[in-house]
């Protein structure tokens, strides 16, 4: 399913991509950017990360970025980030198709409401020169409540981890318990479909 998601062959709206502190979901989200820059012009809103460091090992060439990492606050861009900012109304005047990107929504929400990011997504899913808007968000910056809203919102939202649930023998009654792995990364898909059905998988990243 994961391949199936970064090589476009399924293309759903809204994709979170949830990593936290012990695994990062970085790489995933530089390898969806690859492929949509192929053939699509990407905006990508930086918050988190160095546009240089960024773009350092990745091959993208149609990619417009917007600096919030270096010029949080917008002044020297000349887009202010009030408390009103919207990434819609930033790319209300698009032509074609083109992807969104956010690196990540953690540092936006210092600045703006949870509520208000919701809302702007939607309106990013509702806008018909956009075709997908992949996100990028650190769990550990998020308060659970804003995870849950952002999960319900997205068409597909992929969760990180490096834990697996093992057999433990052990004990009076065999149970199943989490394994922490260091060299293990694992990709934990949810995917609602247009039809309503719900489909999982869980695959191992190399």
Not at 54 to 79: A, H, M
Not at 99 to 122: E, F, K, T
Request: net charge negative.
């Amino acid at each position: 399913m994961l391949l199936k998601l970064v090589n476009q062959a399924e293309k759903p709206g809204l994709i979170l991509i949830e990593d936290s502190l012990k695994v990062s979901g970085t790489r995933l989200f530089q390898a969806f950017l690859a492929n949509q820059s192929k053939d699509t012009t990407v905006h990508l809103f930086l918050f988190e990360n160095n546009p240089k460091d960024f773009l350092t090992d990745l091959e993208c060439d149609n990619v417009i970025i917007y600096d919030f990492y270096t010029d949080p606050l917008g002044w020297n861009c000349g887009k202010i980030m009030l408390p009103t900012f919207s990434f819609s109304k930033h790319l209300h005047d698009l032509t074609d198709q083109n992807v969104v990107a956010i690196d990540s929504v953690g540092m936006y929400l210092i600045n703006h409401s949870a509520s208000l990011l919701c809302r702007d997504l939607h309106k990013l899913q509702m806008n018909q020169t956009i075709k997908q808007c992949v996100v990028l968000v650190h769990c550990d910056e998020i308060l659970p409540e804003v995870k849950t809203s952002l999960q319900y919102l997205s068409n597909v939202f992929l969760s990180l981890t490096n834990e697996e649930m093992e057999v433990d023998k052990s004990k009076s009654k065999t149970a199943l318990v989490r394994k922490w792995r260091e060299n293990i990364l694992i990709c934990k898909t949810t995917f609602k479909k247009f039809n309503g059905k719900l489909i999982f998988s869980d695959e191992e990243i190399k």
